[in-house]
């Protein structure tokens, strides 16, 4: 009997061990199911957060796309205004040279005419830019001279 005892008493340990061991897995595997949902929550509110973030980008890249497109409108109209600007630049260097090439004429004449027997009939055609008919001067109107120096700026 004395090894009944014994026997016994480790049967009973056995048990003892054996529950306690079965409570420490329960309460182990309540642990990791609660970890598990805590886990997938934060997942979730990441995923939803990603989602809110990437429809907001959306949202603001079709902004910037559309002031991309009033960008690209409004360069196009400037490139045309420029060029024009620059052809119109280009007309009136020629106008001035022009000009200036018949004050140095009439200079010329000038002292021509001062001198005597010496006479020149040669002038220069100049062709203003852009005047319409009612701008310009007929055979019937004085011509308005001016020099460059007339002119402080």
Known sequence: MPNTLPQMSSGSEADARGMIMDEKKRKRMLSNRESARRSRMKKQKL???????????????????????????????????????????????????????????????????????????QFVDIKEPHVDSWQRHDSTQPAIMASAGMFNY
């Not at 949202?59 to 109209?77: F, G, P, S, W």
């Open 47 to 121: 995923l939803e957060s990603l989602v809110s973030e990437v429809a907001s980008l959306k949202v603001e890249i079709r902004k910037n796309a559309d002031k991309y497109e009033v960008l690209v409108q409004k360069t196009i109209v400037l490139d045309s205004e420029n060029n024009l600007l620059k052809a119109q630049q280009m007309e009136l260097a020629q106008y001035l040279r022009n000009l200036e090439l018949m004050q140095t004429q009439m200079e010329l004449l000038q002292m021509n005419t001062m001198q005597p027997g010496s006479f020149s009939d």
